[in-house]
């Protein structure tokens, strides 16, 4: 897996980085889009427009030894993480060839064994994995790791949600649980998900550290995010961190998310992070428009390469397929002959 | 010198504890406490850091121990009753068993259920959801019925490389007896003729395995032989030994103490008669608890669930066909 | 006074017994209700056994040491009727659990109904006990041994509503091995097929006497000389040709009409009988029939008869009058709704009005067997007229 170690960048160079997963991911994103609405691509499609800053920033601030459970939404952290573009367009075509085989697919995907989990659809059940993760390793005397989980707004209503942090936090684990509050889950807007003033208040609650940012903000994504991590390394227990943004799209393609107010779309929150961070880094001298053009076609030519090469490989076949839930393949039942 | 079921559970865990360092028992009160039937006491003293207490969230405890799977270990966890399980539902059937499947990464846990009516349990502390999750694909589901299997397959419950529930009588705890563990022991997926018989066949596991001989006691001093089949695993099941038996007696009588819809005595039934239809010398047969929440009362429990006197009746119609 | 049980206590989920460990009292004490009596010890934890009531304790009958199962009686506490009274201990004694015995055979109050485990599906259906109803095991273990239900006939079943369990079976067939026992020939067992098929409907039968004077006379005009059951087979298939629906066969709710009117007549042959066709027997009349006729007698006893010459006929002529035999009720064959008897002729007296007196006539019986479910008497009744007008207009035939 490509990986980088964000402790051995500057930070201008960490900033580059992560504005370039962030690009990356919008234009694989809208690549599935685009596939989504050719009919290439079976089931949903999921776009994480308006959550790259975040997103990018967590991928960013792991190590490849850290762990990582990303949501629908983390195409720009699962760039940053280390996952080829390749595993991503596989997953989305039902490729026999990528990690998920054609037994599932989208934003479904991961390495487990290289701490990067592949989501289940029930929101909050990932936390708990984690922190099975870390306590094991902690068990194994592996120190200085640290598992970073996303969510959204929404999974913070569920009883995975307050059974899995309050474990990290009887079990000191470092878990960073990241809550994306893009305001919506699917169509549900926050008032009727909570009614705490602040998410990050119910850090208090489970008596770990809290942390709140801008998520539209792409430097305050980078230092909260990389911040809250280095806590979490540093022994401190678990992180909470609520960022604020407003998704830039529906809950899948098929959502026109009408349900997306206008005064919303125009606040501070409704502003694109790719282009906010695209005018800090040219106010900050550190990239120029004609820069931006060239990573985006290079963007664009690995996305189409790895669009390309995934549909000339074989569909998963029928026949081929195994059909065994079980590793111990003896105790499986009703097999076919 | 004589061990009990509960014993053996016990001494099953230390076995595994003592044998292979990727083992380790997480679950509420089981540490210093010892566990609320004391299946854990003084594990934790004999294996300092790898007998964890946990807070009260099933859901967070199974979700742990995949986490923990994935990194190689071989978590043993404790549902206080397997009642309470279905708080941790979510995380047994679309994580846990899920996950060898949709990612080639094995997930080797055992989640022992402490299950079944004892008097005076009630309605949450006596259910039996051995069938619901044999359901679910990607799960082994194990229903000892004897001290011995409750130790060796337990054993093979923490070495196979995928989720099993163990399903453990909480009946059978202290009232069956063994003189001494087993060297060896049938694989799992075998069943296990529990009484040779020729008149009629009660296939049957778990606590139901002894209403069943003890009705198997009645009818003989009536004349008749009737032969015993205990499952030990219901998932898988061994569906070779229960028509091979009836293809010796033609009747065949399911009795388990889950509820009646569906489940394990449905399953065998519709396999038997899918089969081996010509084996059939009589509409076979089933009986289970009623269907209703498990009552408080001895009365009402006793009358609940089949007993050997229930059993007995029910086989004895049937050999009447 | 009344003496109140001392009994182990249910002492937490799951303990089966707990062992004597201190008697904190002794017999002759005082005691309040609730007051600790015994110290005994489970697998979990120390535990107290508590006086049931107030009162003075009589006896203990658990001994320091032993265990006792939850239940079991430990000691007696005398107490006043007042005090048991108060503890709700004057009512009778509660079943024990696990005992079911009691309620399951203690009737609902009001109903009468019993409690008691449920299994249903057991009956065999009513319109199927004794022998006609089989197990599929039963089935099974016959069609493995070649048998047909109709071989069940001989046993007495001892199953449920006298059915013929697979133990009654198996043990009949033991028994045959100690009887002579002689092979069927194929011929016996095609007949016995056919007839075990044929009898799974409802059958009856009509007869009529015809006059066969007219018949005797004409075939004396003709060589070669057809016999009266040609005559028979004749009129029958000129009846049906004006009427083909009465030889239909009913499948599900349909009647399937014949598509031509061949008619096969019986033969006797070694051990069986073999039933030759005289196809479209409509469509030629008597005197072309008789050599085809005569051929096929011949073949038929030869066990000769080409494959062409038989099956697929609508309907079947036999003349059981041949034997002697003036009246039978033949089955008509599985695939067939109609077989015509033709009886032995008898010289009867015949009433005759012209002459206002007896006069003898050469009479025989026509009977017509069929499937009740395709015609009714009266539709029978008519077509075996309508068979005897014709027959006493054999010119005609």
Not at chain 3, 87 to 112: Q, V
Not at chain 3, 139 to 149: D, H, I, N, T, V
Not at chain 3, 307 to 322: C, L, Q, W
Request: glycine share 8%; charged share 20%.
């Amino acid at each position: 897996m490509l990986h980088t170690v964000s402790g051995s960048r500057t930070v201008v160079e960490t900033q580059l980085a992560a504005y370039r997963y962030m690009l990356r991911a919008r234009l694989l994103d809208e690549k599935f889009a685009a596939l989504y609405r050719a009919g290439k691509i079976h089931g949903g499609v999921f776009l994480g427009r308006g959550q790259e800053a975040l997103s990018a920033a967590i991928g960013i601030s792991l190590k490849k030894s850290d762990v990582f459970a990303p949501l629908i939404r983390d195409a720009a952290g699962r760039l940053a993480f280390g996952e080829p573009i390749i595993d991503a367009v596989r997953t989305y075509l039902g490729s026999a060839l990528g990690p998920m085989r054609g037994r599932d697919g989208n934003v479904h995907r991961g390495r487990p064994q290289e701490g990067y989990l592949p989501m289940i659809s029930h929101l909050g059940a990932m936390v708990s994995v984690v922190n099975g993760i870390l306590f094991a390793r902690r068990m194994k005397g592996i120190t200085g790791i640290v598992g970073a989980a996303c969510l959204g707004e929404g999974a913070t209503s569920t009883g995975a949600f307050h059974e899995s942090l309050n474990q990290a936090a009887v079990e000191k684990l470092p878990l960073v649980l990241i809550v994306a509050n893009n305001q919506f889950a699917y169509s549900t807007p926050t008032s009727s998900q909570f009614a705490c003033a602040d998410l990050a208040n119910k850090a208090t609650g489970y008596g770990v550290e809290a942390h709140a940012l801008d998520g539209t903000d792409f430097s305050d994504c980078l230092e909260t995010v990389g911040s809250a991590v280095a806590r979490a390394r540093a022994g401190h227990g678990p992180q909470l961190v609520v960022a604020s943004l407003l998704r830039l799209c529906g809950h899948g393609e098929h959502d026109d998310a009408g349900y997306i107010l206008p005064e919303q779309k125009n606040s501070p929150m409704g502003r694109d992070c790719l282009k906010v961070a695209e005018d800090w880094l040219q106010k900050n001298k550190l990239a120029d428009p004609a820069q931006f053009a060239v990573w985006r076609s290079e963007a664009i030519r690995e996305i189409e390469e790895a669009v390309a090469q995934a549909q000339r490989e074989p569909a998963p076949d029928p026949y081929e397929e195994k059909w065994s839930a079980l590793s111990s393949e003896h105790l499986n039942e009703l097999r076919e002959s | 010198m004589s061990i009990t079921y509960l014993e053996a559970i016990r001494e099953a865990q230390a076995h595994a504890l003592r044998d292979d360092p990727r083992v380790f028992i997480y679950g509420q009160d089981v540490g210093a406490f010892g566990g609320a039937f004391k299946a854990t006491k003084n594990l934790q003293k004999e294996f300092p850091g790898r007998v964890l207490d946990s807070p009260i969230s099933e859901d967070a405890m199974i979700g742990l121990a995949v986490g923990t799977a994935i990194e190689g270990m071989r978590p043993i966890i404790e549902m206080q009753f397997a009642d309470f399980s279905t708080v941790a539902f979510n995380q047994i059937v679309n994580q846990a068993s899920t996950l060898f499947w949709r990612t080639n990464v094995p997930c080797p846990i055992t989640v022992r259920l402490p299950f079944g009516g004892t008097s005076g349990s009630g309605p949450f502390h006596s259910q039996c959801l051995e069938a619901i999750y044999a359901h679910y694909p990607g799960l082994v589901v194990m229903t000892p019925a004897t001290v011995e299997d409750a130790y060796s397959m337990l054993l093979s419950a923490v070495a196979i490389d995928d989720p099993v529930i163990f399903c453990e009588h909480k009946f059978l705890y202290y009232h069956l007896k063994a003189e001494k563990l087993p060297s060896e022991a049938l694989p799992i997926g075998k069943a296990r003729i529990a009484r040779e018989g020729r008149d009629l066949t009660i296939v049957t596991y778990s606590a139901m395995v002894h209403e069943a001989l003890a009705a198997a006691d009645e009818l003989a001093t009536e004349g008749w032989q009737v032969e015993v089949v205990d499952l030990r695993s219901i998932k898988p099941l061994d569906t070779d030994t229960v028509v091979a038996s009836v293809a010796r007696t033609g009747r065949l009588l399911c009795v388990g103490e889950a509820w009646p819809w569906g489940g394990v005595t449905a399953e065998v039934i519709a396999r038997v008669a899918a089969e081996s239809y010509g084996l059939l010398d009589a509409p076979p047969q089933r009986l289970n608890a009623k269907d209703t929440p498990v009552p408080y009362h001895p009365n009402l429990w006793a009358a609940h669930r089949p007993t050997a006197r229930s059993v007995a009746a029910a086989a004895r119609k049937l050999i009447r066909f | 006074m009344p003496q109140i049980p001392i009994i182990m206590p249910q002492l937490g989920e799951s303990i089966a017994e707990a062992a004597i460990i201190n008697f904190l009292v002794k017999p002759g004490d005082q005691v309040e209700g609730g007051q600790d009596l015994i110290e005994v010890e489970t697998n979990k934890a120390t535990m107290t056994v508590t006086a049931p009531c107030g009162g003075r304790i009589e006896s203990f009958s658990a001994q320091l040491n032993e265990s006792y199962a939850v239940g079991d009686v430990l000691g007696k506490i005398e107490a006043s009727k007042e005090e048991a009274a108060r503890f709700g201990l004057d009512a009778p004694a509660p079943t024990k659990a696990g005992d079911t015995e009691t309620i399951t055979n203690k009737p609902r109050s009001g109903t009468g109904s019993r409690v008691e485990p449920t299994v249903r599906g057991l009956p065999v259906p009513a319109n199927a006990s004794g022998a006609s109803y089989m197990s599929p095991r039963l089935k099974a273990r016959m069609q493995e041994l070649g048998l047909s239900a109709a071989d069940l006939a001989g046993i007495a079943g001892s199953g449920a509503a006298g059915r013929v369990t697979v133990e009654d079976f198996e043990r009949f067939m033991a028994n045959l091995e100690q009887q002579k026992l002689t092979k069927a020939s194929s011929m016996r067992v095609a007949v016995a097929d056919a007839m075990r098929r044929s009898w799974t409907r409802p059958l009856a039968t009509v007869g009529l006497p015809v006059q066969l004077d007219a018949v005797l006379i004409h075939r004396k005009t003709c060589e070669p000389k057809p016999g009266p059951a040609l005559y028979a087979l004749r009129a029958l298939a000129v009846a049906l040709a004006e009427n083909s629906a009465v030889a239909g066969r009913l499948v599900g709710t349909n009647i399937v009409h014949p598509s031509a009117i061949d008619v096969g007549f019986a033969v006797e042959a070694e051990d069986g009988v073999l039933v030759p066709v005289l196809r479209g027997a409509d469509k030629k009349p008597l005197k072309e029939l008789v050599l085809r006729y005569n051929e096929l007698v011949e073949l038929a006893r030869q066990r000769k008869l080409p494959a062409d010459a038989t099956g697929g006929s609508v309907a079947t002529v036999t003349n059981f009058g041949t034997f002697g035999l003036i009246w039978a009720t033949p089955i008509p064959l599985p695939e067939q709704t109609l077989v015509l008897g033709l009886g032995a002729g008898r010289r009867m007296p015949h009433w005759d009005e012209a002459k206002g007196q007896f006069v003898p006539v050469m009479e025989a019986y026509l009977t017509l067997s069929f499937d009740h479910r395709v015609l009714d008497g009266g539709a029978a009744g008519r077509l075996l007229l309508r068979i005897s007008d014709l027959m006493r207009q054999p010119e005609k035939l």
